[in-house]
C-alpha cells in the first residue's frame, strides 16, 4: 500500500469523483483515491472510450491548437498532432536508451551502458 500519511484532503470535485466512480471495482477506487491524495489534483476523470469522450477531447485539443482536423473529405474523423519543438524530451542528442547492450536500444536510438549513464547522473 502506498504511505499517504502526508496527504491532505482532497478538492470537493475530485472528492466527488471518486465517490461517483463509473466502476464497482473498490481496489481500483482505493487506488485512484490513494493517488489523488498524493498528487492532489484538482479533478479526476474518469475515461469511458465513449464516441461522445472521443470527440469532447478531440475538440478540446483543436481549440488548445495541440490538433488540426484534417479534410473530412480526403480523411475522414482524422487530426494532425505535433510536438513542442521545445520539448526537450524530443531533443534526441538528449535523449539516452540506457540498456545492456547497445542492441537493446534498436538501431534509431542513442545507446548509454547503464552503469556508465548512472555514473553521469550522480
Sequence with gaps: M???SMATA???EAEQSINNAPTNYTELVQWVREIAELTQPDRIVWADGSQEEY?????ELVDAGTFVRLSDHEFPNSYAAFSDPDDVARVEERTFI???TAE???PTNNWRDPAEMKQTMT
Design 98 to 100: 540506457c540498456s545492456q
Design 104 to 106: 537493446g536500444a534498436g
Design 2 to 4: 502506498t504511505d499517504i
Design 10 to 12: 482532497l478538492t470537493a
Design 55 to 59: 470527440d469532447r477531447l478531440a475538440g
